[in-house]
Nanobody, 125 residues
Framework: VQLQASGGGLVQAGGSLRLSCAVS????????MGWFRQATGKEREFVAG????????FYADSVKGRFTISRDNAKTTLYLQMNSLKPEDTAVYYC???????????????????WGQGTQVTVSS
C-alpha cells in the first residue's frame, strides 16, 4: 500500500486548506485511515481518523468542528478539510493506514502500518 499526501501550503489564520492522500496498491477491508501531524520539536499527534467499512469518523479535541475527514466514492483518496486554521495547526501532516479496525489505540501512531511522506501546513498569524 502506498500513500501520497498533498495539498499543504501557507495560509493566513482563519483560512482553509484541503489535504489529499492518494491510496494505491493492495486494497483490503476493515481498514482504518487517519491523519496525524508533527510540529517542529514535538511528537507526532493524532488529528482525525476514519473506519472505512462503517464510515465512522473520530477527531482530536483540538480540531473538532474545524476539520473534516472524508474519502472519495472510488475509495482511492482520503481528504482532510481544514477550516478556521490557527497558527498552532502549523505542522507536517501525514496520512496513515492500517489493514484492520483499530479500536483502543486508534489515536496512536504505532497502531498504523503505512504512512505517506507528509505535507507541510503553515498558518501565519
Amino acid at each position: 500500500v502506498q500513500l501520497q499526501a498533498s495539498g499543504g501550503g501557507l495560509v493566513q489564520a482563519g483560512g482553509s486548506l484541503r489535504l489529499s492522500c492518494a491510496v494505491s496498491g493492495r486494497t483490503f477491508s476493515g481498514v482504518t485511515m487517519g491523519w496525524f501531524r508533527q510540529a517542529t520539536g514535538k511528537e507526532r499527534e493524532f488529528v482525525a481518523g476514519f473506519w472505512r467499512n462503517t464510515g465512522n469518523t473520530f477527531y482530536a479535541d483540538s480540531v473538532k468542528g474545524r476539520f473534516t475527514i472524508s474519502r472519495d466514492n472510488a475509495k482511492t483518496t482520503l481528504y482532510l478539510q481544514m477550516n478556521s486554521l490557527k497558527p498552532e495547526d502549523t505542522a507536517v501532516y501525514y496520512c496513515a493506514a492500517a489493514p484492520r479496525i483499530i479500536y483502543s489505540n486508534r489515536e496512536e501512531p504505532s497502531g498504523y502500518d503505512y504512512w505517506g511522506q507528509g505535507t507541510q501546513v503553515t498558518v501565519s498569524s
